[in-house]
């Protein structure tokens, strides 16, 4: 450190999150603050980061770049790559070559060797390949703690933090690193606080006019829809499904009451073991299959089954089969169709077939907003329904009122969907700092480091 300014890289930077909160929290105990480097592909995320921060050396894939063209640097930041551990990806791990990138981030420490560093991943990198299902953390975890903490020195704590409690309307569970070469940091202390959507959410917006809102807002009072998702494969009392609300054509009671019992039905393991497949998670059942269940005269059951089909709620297809094939990283699986079963109806809509999936209550909060479908995200405002916009959004992850995404909406919204929790990562250096400064001050480091409260 030189004339009290901590030095930092931020490394797979997203839209600059963990930078932001580390800022705040070391500029709050007294230290300038200087990144030396920022690593980021994504050319619209480059062009955000740009917009936002001034006068930064950019490199693109860190994969590229060489050790000696690193400036030296007192802290490194990196959230990670979340997809090889991530429940939205294929969780393979270090097996996937994304998650590899863990390695840069030890090539970087071991060469540079820097004070500390934090460290940011999804929640499902704590038990991500376990060895026994009773263990608390699994084997990706364990080898990452081990480099950090046996292979290049670094005293090393982790917790698992949830955006929620930390004022923000949205519920987002992530893992932080923390590690430094001189003592091990402490994350407990905090005090919970809870905010409602509300909150962050604007008012007066235009809102969507389409067929599909339409629809809804036809068949349910707006007040009803707090809080709904719209989906086919799945129910409860919160879901509605596309021919609750006639979008593909009106259907009578009784092909509701035939949809409704499809969709449990199709999910059920005993199903798999008649067709001689293995079991998936929502099964095409042959006319006999559902007669059994819905007990109907066979002319009536088919002219349902037909009319449903025709009207695209249901298709008509082969059940699927399980396929393993081995590559380079391992066991890959997928399903095909088989065509020497018979032909059944299945319900053809998933969750992200609607160009709305969830409505969010005001009075409660967001789900983990993910960059598939933070855009079907609908809140509602006077008499309709809006999407949210990119301002809310910033909101929900705590960024201050300053802050720009100059992009295209759809690249925005990925954007969010893979950023962090600023709160989050401001309590977490905060520790990071105090500690920092006592070390500073314990070791005349620099003159003018204020004494810490």
């Known amino acids: 450190m030189e004339n009290n300014t901590v030095k930092f890289i931020d490394l797979f ?3 600059g999150g963990i930078r932001l909160g580390f800022e ?35 490199v693109g894939d860190i994969f590229q770049v060489k050790n000696e063209f690193i400036p030296e640097f007192d802290f490194l930041l990196g959230g990670f790559p979340c997809q090889p551990f991530s429940a939205s990806g294929r969780r393979q791990g270090f097996l996937d070559t994304r998650g ?8 970087i420490l071991r060469d540079k060797q ?3 560093f934090i460290l940011e991943n999804v929640e499902g990198l704590i038990k991500h390949d376990l060895a026994h299902k009773s263990d608390p953390i699994g084997r990706t975890l364990s080898t990452i703690l081990h480099t950090l903490q046996y292979d290049l020195g670094y005293n090393v704590t982790w ?56 629809k809804i807002l036809s068949h349910f009072e707006l007040k009803d829809l707090h809080g709904k998702s719209i989906k086919d494969k799945r129910g409860g009392d919160n879901n509605i499904h596309s021919w609750d609300i006639g979008l593909k054509g009106e259907v009578s009671k009784g ?29 095409a ?10 007990k109907l005269p066979d002319n009536e059951l088919e002219s349902m089954l037909e009319d449903l089909a025709q009207k695209g709620y249901l298709k008509i297809e082969h059940p699927k089969k399980l396929v393993k094939e081995q590559n380079g990283n391992g066991v890959n699986t997928f399903r095909i169709c088989d065509e020497t079963k018979p032909k059944g109806y299945n319900i053809v809509s998933g969750k992200l077939s609607f160009e709305i999936n969830k409505i969010l209550d005001p009075e409660d909060i967001a789900p983990t907003l993910v960059a598939t479908d933070v855009s079907r995200l609908a809140v509602p405002d006077g008499d309709g329904l809006r999407r949210l916009t990119i301002r809310e959004g910033l909101r929900l992850f705590g960024y201050p009122e300053w802050y720009e995404i ?48």
């Open 13 to 15: 930077a997203g839209l």
């Open 24 to 58: 705040s929290a070391f500029q709050s105990m007294g230290f300038q603050t200087d990144c030396v480097m920022t690593s980021e592909i994504k050319p619209y995320a480059v062009e955000t980061l740009k917009k936002n921060f001034k006068r930064d050396y950019f």
């Open 100 to 107: 590899t990138l863990f390695f840069e981030i030890e090539r």
């Open 114 to 116: 820097p004070y500390g």
């Open 159 to 214: 917790k698992l933090f949830d955006s929620i409690d930390f004022g923000l309307p949205q519920s987002r569970k992530r893992i932080f690193i923390v590690g430094t070469k001189q003592e091990a940091i402490g994350l407990n202390g905090l005090k919970p606080k809870f905010s409602p959507l509300k909150s962050v959410l604007e008012s007066g917006l235009e809102t969507i006019k389409s067929d599909f809102v339409t």
């Open 255 to 283: 092909q509701a009451l035939l949809l409704n019992r499809l969709f449990k039905e199709r999910r059920k393991k005993h199903w798999a073991d008649e067709i001689g497949i293995d079991w998936m998670d929502g099964m």
């Open 285 to 294: 059942l042959t006319f006999d299959q559902i007669n059994s269940f819905m």
């Open 406 to 453: 100059p992009t295209k909406e759809i690249d925005a919204f990925d954007l969010l969907g893979n950023t962090v929790a600023v709160p989050v990562v401001e309590f977490v250096a905060g520790k990071l700092a105090k500690s920092y400064s006592e070390y500073c001050q314990n070791h005349s480091i620099a003159s003018k480091i204020p004494v810490c409260s």
